[in-house]
């Protein structure tokens, strides 16, 4: 998704906010949404081309601290933005929380290795677990395609296993997900063909013509698109993408591409020089071996 936003967030609020940091035992004090409009308001109201939605208000995992979910649409597209309010209301700040401690990733790697349930490649006893969340309607996850195909051509100590996160703002990605979850169970092959002719063939689809062109292109992959439009209607299918969703969510993924590497979250690979996701990968590699001592 543009980074717009958040350029004008960081640019905005970080500048001119002051972060008091006061965790306290008591309950989060969520702010309302009237509140949230009335910030958003002040923040983008002299830019008629920007629009959000508040998605949810909760308690972050940093102590103390409100959690604001939004969905921010430019013209340039959509991205989904935090914000984090501090206990007494007055202050609010916009980026990430990491884990930290000695080994920061590790809870996040166990939550991934207990509740993946995707298509993967790669020796399944690689020492790195690469875990790629997707949508299929998403162009920046089409874009991170290549990026993962070479990283994979390159890399023998690592398995990537693929999680559908189709968006709800868009209006095929659920249906995709669908077939995709059914080609996978099917052919492990197919299903890496198959999600590769969908994202070649983004423009082409829509919501109207979804059913014909998925059930077209799992037939091109190599197996039989009308047993995988049956599939994709089951209710074993919806519940296996409402479990890849809600991993996702446990994990903290709230836009796509979202990649793991280890547990270590990047948010889209396509951010980031292939030299420095290629170190990631090795250094993961290394400090798995160095930590099973």
């Not at 914000?83 to 996040?108: C, M, N, Q, S, W």
């Amino acid at each position: 998704m543009s980074r717009t936003v958040t350029r004008l967030f960081l640019n905005i609020i970080l500048s001119s906010a002051a972060f008091a940091q006061t965790h306290t035992a008591a309950a989060t004090k969520m702010p309302s949404e009237e509140t949230i409009n009335g910030f958003m308001h002040q923040m983008f109201g002299y830019e008629p081309g920007v629009k959000w939605q508040i998605v949810s208000v909760k308690p972050s995992e940093a102590e103390g601290l409100a959690e604001v979910d939004l969905v921010m649409s430019t013209p340039q597209g959509q991205q989904s933005n935090k914000i984090y309010v501090t206990p007494d209301g007055k202050h609010a700040v916009v980026g990430e929380i990491l884990p930290f401690g000695a080994r920061p990733f590790d809870v996040a790697s166990t939550e991934l290795q207990k509740g993946i349930n995707g298509p993967s490649r790669g020796p399944a006893t690689a020492p790195v677990t690469i875990v790629e969340f997707s949508d299929l309607q998403c162009p920046h996850c089409k874009d991170a395609e290549p990026i993962l195909d070479k990283l994979m051509g390159e890399e023998k100590k690592a398995r990537l296993v693929y999680q559908n996160f189709p968006l709800p703002s868009h209006d095929w990605a659920q249906k995709a997900a669908a077939y995709a979850d059914c080609v996978g169970r099917s052919n492990s092959d197919a299903f890496w063909k198959f999600i590769a002719s969908v994202f070649e063939s983004q423009t082409e689809i829509n919501a109207a013509n979804a059913e014909e062109k998925l059930t077209a292109l799992a037939d091109k992959a190599g197996v039989k698109g009308s047993d995988m439009a049956a599939c994709s209607t089951k209710p074993d299918t919806t519940s296996r993408i409402e479990h890849s969703l809600a991993l996702g969510k446990s994990v903290d993924v709230n836009s796509t591409p979202t990649v793991f590497v280890n547990g270590r979250k990047i948010g889209s690979v396509t951010g980031i020089p292939y030299e420095i996701l290629k170190k990631i990968v090795d250094f993961a590699a290394s400090d798995n071996k160095t930590a099973a001592k």
